[in-house]
């Protein structure tokens, strides 16, 4: 029996407008689009302390605070 798949996210995406408000959660998906960066690479750099830290609102739910990462590609 094949095991069922099951999308990661509700299927709606984040607009980049998103971004622009310091205070919003940005979902990973939005993340990738504005740093350019993988998972892999976002959660690595976290784990160095190169990135900003997630918030974890739930088991399977973590946001990037939007004036945290504008904070770190203004710095590169």
């Given amino acids: 029996m094949e095991a069922q798949t099951r999308p990661r996210s509700n299927?709606?995406?984040q607009p980049l407008e998103a971004a622009r408000?310091?205070?919003a959660l940005l979902k990973i998906e939005?993340?990738?689009q504005l740093t350019g960066l993988?998972?892999?690479t976002?959660?690595?750099k976290m784990a160095k302390g190169e990135f900003p830290?997630?918030?974890k609102l739930g088991?399977?739910?973590t946001r990037w605070r939007a004036g945290e990462v504008m904070a770190y590609l203004e710095s590169l």
């Fill in 11 to 13: 299927g709606t995406p």
């Fill in 21 to 23: 408000h310091p205070a």
């Fill in 30 to 32: 939005t993340v990738k």
């Fill in 38 to 40: 993988g998972v892999t």
């Fill in 42 to 44: 976002i959660y690595g």
């Fill in 53 to 55: 830290a997630a918030v």
């Fill in 59 to 61: 088991a399977r739910c």
